[in-house]
């Protein structure tokens, strides 16, 4: 039931529900001090959204993700990711900050259908059933480590090592099989 | 199953999502000292049936160490606390306090 057909998807599978692997996306890895006002500035002012609270994701042109507490990731075009990562330099450039840009090792799955969250609930050790939507993840997934969220109560999103792509698209497939639905969610 | 809720991120997390760090509030003891005190800070290690202090990395969620205070007889946690600490805080003894009364931990209790 594999298809390669949709544009800027790597590969996809249809089980109970839809799983694919997205093509190329850009990622940014910033770390620095979240509570100095003055850093907090200069990346609003180069990515154009405020910081998110913790564990969570603001959801706008560019994506931008908790993920630890000096530690971000911003999602965004592969195309954009070197104009942004220079923005970001230049605001940060007399702030103690790492940036790194990440796009090419991460690779990001998309799951749609019902049941998305019980796809997530059979593979990671989380409480599923209160996770809010624009709420992230950090985890693992059986045996690798990964970070997901829920854009809607149908769909959720996956991001991995790309070391470990096959893996994580294997695991997600095998959660899908037609059949295997659980029904809790 | 042991849940420790991270200090750091505030997520419950599940023992397979932590790394374990071995025995929490270790003194260093380098070029200077004894013999003795080299080989306690080596070797000597508490194995306590009850409370104990230890510590432990979020590996696969935001990647910081912290301390958790917990019975190794009943798995019962008694909490978690920063990593940026000589000891344990009082709110802390104050539950081992009064959940175990009696308690000892090296010098603690």
Not at chain 1, 9 to 17: H, K, L, N
Not at chain 1, 36 to 47: E, I, L
Not at chain 2, 89 to 104: A, L, N, Q, T, V
């Amino acid at each position: 039931m594999s298809d390669n057909k949709n544009e800027g998807v790597v590969r996809s599978y249809s089980g109970y529900v839809k799983v694919s692997e997205k093509m190329k996306t850009g990622m940014l890895t910033v770390r620095g001090d979240f509570r100095s006002s003055k850093f907090k500035t200069s990346f609003t002012k180069a990515v154009g959204t405020k910081l998110p609270k913790d564990r969570k994701l603001i959801l706008a042109k560019n994506n931008v993700a908790w993920m630890s507490p000096d530690e971000l990731l911003i999602l965004c075009d592969y195309a954009d990711v070197s104009s942004l990562s220079q923005n970001l330099q230049m605001e940060l450039k007399d702030q103690h900050h790492m940036l790194v840009n990440v796009s090419d090792a991460r690779a990001l799955f998309e799951i749609s259908g019902s049941g998305s969250r019980e796809v997530i609930a059979k593979l990671a050790p989380v409480n599923i059933a209160t996770l809010e939507i624009g709420e992230i993840r950090r985890t693992r997934f059986s045996q690798i480590a990964a970070a997901f969220w829920l854009t809607s109560e149908t769909s959720v999103s996956v991001i991995c090592f790309s070391s470990v792509a096959d893996y994580m698209f294997n695991l997600l497939k095998t959660s899908s099989m037609p059949n295997s639905k659980v029904g809790d969610f | 199953m042991l849940v420790f809720k991270c200090p750091y991120c505030g997520i419950e997390a599940d023992e397979t999502e932590l790394s374990p760090g071995g025995e929490a509030h270790l003194k260093r003891f380098g070029p200077g000292s004894s013999d003795e005190e080299l080989e306690g800070y080596l070797f000597n290690r508490e194995n306590p049936k009850g409370v104990h202090f230890e510590r432990w990395r979020h590996v696969y969620g935001c990647g910081k160490w912290f301390h958790a205070a917990r019975c190794t007889a009943t798995l019962e946690v008694f909490g978690t606390y920063s990593a940026q600490t000589f000891g344990p805080p009082k709110e802390i003894i104050d539950i081992i306090k009064s959940k175990r009364p009696g308690w000892k931990w090296r010098n603690l209790g």
